[in-house]
């Protein structure tokens, strides 16, 4: 007969098959099960397959799994308590033919137990993976946004990238952003969200999908604060209705918000409109992340046309003793904005005029095409501000890149430029090299992956930004 404790250790199993969340769809997961099998896994099989199989109990429907992914820990005791109380009973009434049982029916509970374990494993890796993508990034990532307060490198690079030296020549092109990072819609909470961020300074609730009810007590919260710094709603599920009154909370406050991140929403043109009323009514911000929102053509004029009157106002009043506070942007992340050629006109007309400005992004907006990138190259030769671009995952071409080239070849400020999958060839690879041959500020070019830009090519890119990079370092005396 079986011990007690290894009665104790067959019970444990499918406790813990009842504490895991149906991820096992996770394809991401599903290969590395076999290879993370433990010793103490294998040593333990043989004792277990001497304890009778217990009768099959009743299949868990898919609303308990969700009870039990929401509060893993009481709902775990309560399944290890039944299947204890079952386990026990069957005991009792197999003991008396656990001796007699053929290994044919051991093996038969040994194939029953072996995939009840690799599906364990699996979907712990599952929800090793589904926690990772939760994680901001950026799009627009919150962290290295914010970081730009504390940052006095003109030459930094805020978004990151992939240096062409870096990227295997036959490396498979990226995804669409949205896509590789797996974006879902938010997750519903129940309940009051205030515990999650009260007493911080900032409030920051991603990828939970707001309730009126939830929207309304984080506005109320909001508008009682005078200390919060950033405000990130990220993949809230907010439309233009539950964006009106978060809106009158950002606009009350006394708080000095200096990021507002509403990536991944649904907020519309009207929504950008009032948002370009905020910028007025708010000096003290310095980064909107609209990354996600189809604000369209209409939405960006109204940004840019704020931004230029508050750029207007700030020159009439510079020299004054004590001149107004004005809100001076720094980052504008208008990625995947359903964006076309009239919206890159309002954009090139903003970085025409504007003073403030360090890093736009432009991802996805795929809509845009030839006479849009040479407008915009236009406005970059005009701008002096700018040390970050972001165009990746648009279909620039390599016309739309000789006409970038032609405008930033007189730029004096643009340190980095992100082009990943942008359809060039190495006839637009060509272009850059020239660039890099004239403007020696550019201190990084991302071309890859998703280019079909020659290793050769890529190759003379590296070498030009490298003499860049060294010319740029100061000189030892």
Request: proline share 5%.
């Amino acid at each position: 007969k079986p011990s007690s404790p290894v009665i104790e250790k067959q019970v444990e199993k499918p406790a813990e098959v009842t504490t895991k969340p149906a991820a096992s769809s996770s394809s991401s997961s599903s290969g590395s099960s076999d290879s993370s099998e433990t010793e103490t896994d294998r040593s333990e099989k043989p004792a277990m397959t001497k304890v009778p199989s217990p009768p099959p109990g009743p299949k868990v429907s898919s609303p308990v799994i969700e009870k039990i992914v929401e509060k893993p820990a009481p709902d775990t005791e309560t399944k290890k308590d039944e299947s204890s109380g079952s386990e026990d009973s069957s005991s009792d009434s197999g003991s008396s033919s656990s001796d007699s049982e053929s290994e044919n029916e051991e093996e038969k509970k040994k194939s029953k137990e072996k995939p009840e374990e690799k599906d364990i494993k699996s979907d712990s890796n599952a929800k090793s993976v589904k926690e990772q993508k939760d994680l901001p990034i950026s799009e627009s990532d919150t962290d290295k946004k914010v970081s730009i307060f504390n940052s006095d490198t003109d030459g930094e690079n805020m978004h990151g990238g992939n240096d062409p030296d870096e990227v295997e020549a036959g490396e498979k092109g990226a995804t669409s952003y949205l896509s590789r990072i797996g974006v879902k819609p938010g997750i519903p909470v129940e309940g009051s969200v205030t515990p999650m961020f009260e007493g911080k300074s900032d409030i920051d609730l991603n990828s939970i999908a707001l309730s009126n009810e939830q929207v309304t007590e984080i506005s109320d919260y909001l508008a009682k604060k005078d200390d919060i710094k950033t405000f990130s709603l990220r993949n809230a599920c907010l439309d233009s209705d539950k964006f009106e009154n978060i809106l009158k909370a950002l606009k009350t406050t006394k708080s000095e918000i200096q990021m507002i991140n509403m990536n991944l929403n649904k907020l519309n043109a009207t929504s950008a409109k009032e948002i370009g009323e905020l910028l007025v009514e708010k000096p003290s911000l310095q980064i909107l992340l609209l990354h996600g929102n189809p604000v369209g053509d209409t939405g960006i004029k109204y940004i840019s046309e704020s931004l230029k009157d508050i750029h207007s106002a700030y020159l009439s009043h510079k020299d004054e003793e004590n001149p107004p506070k004005y809100c001076q942007l720094l980052e504008l992340d208008l990625g995947d904005t359903a964006i076309g050629d009239e919206g890159v006109e309002h954009v090139s007309t903003l970085l025409e005029s504007n003073t403030s400005l360090k890093t736009l992004n432009l991802n996805g907006n795929t809509k845009i095409t030839v006479a849009g990138w040479k407008r915009l190259g236009k406005a970059l030769k005009k701008n002096t501000t700018l040390h970050t671009l972001t165009l990746d995952f648009n279909t620039i071409g390599d016309d739309g890149i000789a006409g970038l080239v032609s405008g930033l070849k007189d730029n004096q400020t643009l340190k980095v430029l992100e082009l990943e999958e942008g359809s060039i060839s190495d006839e637009g690879g060509r272009k850059l090299v020239e660039l890099l041959k004239c403007n020696t500020t550019i201190l990084d070019i991302t071309v890859s992956p998703g280019n079909a830009i020659s290793e050769k090519i890529r190759g003379e890119i590296v070498n030009y930004l490298g003499l860049n990079k060294a010319a740029a370092q100061p000189k030892s005396s």
